[in-house]
């Protein structure tokens, strides 16, 4: 047979190409650094918002105990601020003080972060609520 020859057949991506190539594997490199940077964005995304998250749990807990405090007012301040402790304690934070100023209550919670975050200290909001008053001495007449 005139066209029998025995060729070692190299089917590798690098066949033919020079051995010295600097640009072998370069797209690995940056796929994998491209990666790096989207998990590094992500993960302090994520941080962020688990932070954002805790604020906010902190201020509703003080919001909601504030108003549990008022709405048992006239009861003594004993009893507005177990109704105070009532609601952190169901929100999973620390109720930090509960007083009465007259008819309004004033609470100061205390959230904790997730782990993560805890280096960084606990949230802390404060509310006040109570009765509206309104101004009665700007009453217009007519005739």
């Known amino acids: 047979m005139p066209f ?8 590798s991506p690098l066949a033919g190409c020079d051995e ?7 797209a690995t490199l940056w ?3 491209g990666i790096a940077v989207v998990a590094a964005v992500m ?11 805790t604020r ?10 504030a108003l549990a405090a ?11 601020c177990a109704e105070a402790r009532w609601v952190t304690d169901q929100m999973d934070v620390e ?5 009465l100023s007259g008819w309004d209550a004033l609470v100061e919670v205390v959230a904790a972060p997730p782990a993560v975050l805890s280096q960084f200290g606990r949230a802390v909001a404060r509310a006040r609520a109570g009765p509206v008053v309104s101004d009665r001495s700007t009453v217009f007449h007519t005739r």
């Open 4 to 11: 029998a020859r025995s060729v070692p057949l190299d089917r």
């Open 20 to 26: 010295r190539s600097s640009d072998r594997g370069s």
């Open 31 to 33: 796929a994998v650094g």
């Open 43 to 53: 993960t302090g995304l994520l941080l962020f918002v688990a932070a954002v998250v």
């Open 56 to 65: 906010h749990r902190a201020e509703s807990a003080a919001d909601l105990a």
């Open 70 to 80: 008022a709405s048992t007012a006239v009861a003594g301040e004993d009893q507005a």
């Open 95 to 99: 109720l930090r003080s509960c007083r």
